[in-house]
């Protein structure tokens, strides 16, 4: 604990130290070597067991996904439902988090933790009701239902994510621009939203990355005729004869955004991470 | 002269709609969020409450018929639903307990300045962002006795491939086994969050008055990472009563029924098996169990 700084210990101290943080990161990260070793694998290699044998890469099971199935369009709808997920989340919890943090009135207290513990609800048990109730609406594989029901647990984990941002913000900034004249959605709009802007985006990614990774509502809303990539990866692993090679592809192309968001947000990732855990 | 009381009877009168103003705004703000809520998750849930006392097949095409607590004295008879709550129970304990200990053993093995430690820390962070169905799907894939990468390493190391997938005892360990390497670097980010933060102090004193590592631990590190155990922990159990793709992609529930766990048994009741009322009456179960986890997160790290 006292000599924190690993430069300088000792040359075998080092050694044992780093070859302790090479094999931690190996064996981590092997699952995910598997993944994306197989999608570059030809078709025989792919059942070969042993993981560090040498094979002939080829974007066999690339074009195959991307041209010769549906995968494009299921691309297509998960950015759609993500995006707009994102978009109305993040507009409606800034709106909330503003009220949430600027005034002071009756009901605050059990509106914000009603949210809050909104946000803990496992999303199996709405998935019963919401199957129904969209049924007779008549919405059910559409975007919008998968839209919707997304919204349902981002936009609880948004408000909270976001309020930090809001309460940081300096009452003196508001002050002056209510005394300026401006109306409350004025200085909203001028003062809060830049300065914000910042936990905005970070609260907007990651309402991409958890409409991304949904399963469960694709599955039960939705999925004949709007399939999202975690059901199309899905998908390839039917009864017969799973395609490892088409999935591992596909499942490469679906980690992408994630895991660009995990590497590039690291900063922000602990704070959003308390707030909800991850899905 | 008149003119004065005018003036103050339109200055009060503009306070008092000022006043109505204050008073309205916060609700105006709030609502656009509160109305979709109220559509998408509370009548949903209001609904399914509904429901609960139903019994409903939609399959048979018949009608919704009240049957009060027939669904709950149904589900408490049933053993399926015991053998769920029992999977349930062991899966979150099993999973939850091993991630706090590796978490926490390699935050404090990486509370340490080092060369790319940035990097490293984010590497190990990469798992708990995988797509739970592709990290589902690759355990699947590498537990194949035949052609999988696990089997590979216990055939070299001159055992006999275990078909895990297709034992009930050991799907059950594998889906396990799966949980806790997607998830104890999230046990690990919050502990490190935390431990790379404490005072330096009371750790001098202690190597002064001749500590050893064990007391160290015992006596500074635990106490201060306490609270932080806590919330992980919680966070982590409520997050794996939401287990459900990486299982139902991995043994689908199966062999049997030695991986269903709560959210497959109900996704089973309710869309193999169309019987609404009763899920609707698990379900309840389930969030029952989460909100008494969430009241204590919440009385733990949130306040206004």
């Not at chain 2, 559509?39 to 048979?60: D, K, R």
């Given at each position: ?21 090479i ?39 690339y ?85 919707l ?56 990614i ?9 399963f ?10 709007v ?53 | ?43 949903p ?22 049957s009060f ?99 009930p005892?050991?799907?059950f ?32 004193a ?37 287990a ?13 029924n ?26 309840y ?15 733990k790290?949130?306040?206004?």
């Amino acid at each position: 604990m006292l000599n924190r700084d690993v430069s300088k210990w000792t040359t075998p101290k080092k050694i044992m130290f780093y070859t302790a943080v090479i094999i931690l990161l190996l064996v981590e990260l092997f699952p995910i070597f598997v993944v994306i070793s197989t999608s570059f694998k030809p078709a025989k290699a792919v059942f070969d067991s042993n993981p560090f044998a040498f094979f002939n890469p080829t974007l066999k099971n690339y074009k195959e996904v991307l041209f010769e199935r549906d995968f494009i369009n299921n691309l297509i709808n998960s950015v759609f439902i993500a995006l707009m997920t994102s978009i109305i989340s993040v507009s409606l919890g800034s709106l909330a988090a503003y009220s949430l943090s600027r005034f002071d009135f009756k009901g605050k207290k059990s509106i914000g933790l009603g949210i809050l513990i909104s946000r803990m609800i496992p999303p199996i048990t709405l998935s019963v009701p919401l199957f129904i109730l969209m049924r007779k609406i008549g919405i059910l594989d559409t975007h919008l239902v998968l839209i919707l029901s997304h919204i349902s647990f981002i936009l609880p984990f948004i408000i909270w994510m976001i309020l930090p941002f809001f309460k940081g913000v300096s009452k003196a900034y508001e002050e002056a621009a209510l005394i300026d004249g401006c109306s409350r959605m004025q200085s909203f709009i001028r003062v809060f939203i830049p300065l914000v802007a910042p936990g905005l985006v970070v609260s907007g990614i990651f309402s991409f990355v958890y409409s991304w990774n949904d399963f469960l509502y694709a599955l039960v809303l939705a999925g004949s005729k709007v399939q999202t990539v975690p059901i199309a990866v899905s998908g390839f692993i039917g009864q017969f004869g799973p395609k490892w090679g088409a999935m591992t592809a596909s499942g490469t192309l679906a980690l992408i955004p994630t895991f660009i968001f995990a590497l590039a947000l690291q900063k922000y990732i602990i704070s959003g991470l308390s707030v909800g855990g991850i899905d | 002269m008149s003119k004065l009381p005018k003036k103050t009877r339109e200055t009060s009168l503009k306070k008092k709609s000022l006043w109505f103003k204050n008073k309205i705004t916060p609700y105006g703000f709030l609502s656009p969020a509160l109305l979709i809520l109220a559509g998408v998750l509370l009548f949903p849930l209001i609904y399914s409450f509904f429901l609960s006392f139903h019994e409903w097949n939609m399959a048979s095409g018949e009608a919704m018929k009240f049957s009060f607590l027939d669904n709950y004295i149904k589900l408490f008879k049933s053993e399926s639903f015991w053998h769920s709550i029992k999977l349930q129970l062991i899966f979150v304990g099993a999973s939850v307990s091993i991630e706090l200990i590796i978490g926490l053993a390699v935050a404090i093995f990486l509370n340490k300045d080092f060369f790319a430690d940035k990097l490293v820390r984010a590497l190990l962070l990469l798992p708990a962002f995988i797509l739970p169905v592709v990290s589902g799907l690759a355990f699947r894939f590498m537990y194949n006795p035949q052609y999988g990468a696990i089997n590979w390493f216990i055939k070299k190391l001159g055992f006999a491939p275990i078909p895990f997938l297709s034992h009930p005892k050991l799907a059950f360990l594998a889906i396990v086994i799966q949980d806790i390497w997607r998830m104890w670097p999230f046990m690990f980010m919050i502990l490190y969050a935390s431990i790379s933060t404490f005072p330096k102090a009371p750790y001098e004193a202690a190597k002064i008055s001749g500590a050893n590592r064990w007391q160290i631990f015992r006596y500074i590190t635990l106490p201060l990472l306490k609270p932080s155990i806590v919330i992980a922990v919680i966070l982590r159990v409520l997050n794996a009563l939401k287990a459900f793709s990486e299982i139902y992609v991995m043994t689908n529930g199966g062999p049997g029924n030695a991986t269903t766990i709560l959210s497959l048994f109900i996704y089973k009741n309710a869309f193999d098996f169309y019987d609404m009322g009763f899920s609707a009456g698990v379900s309840y179960i389930l969030v029952i169990i989460a909100l008494i986890f969430s009241v204590f997160l919440v009385k733990k790290q949130f306040d206004f």
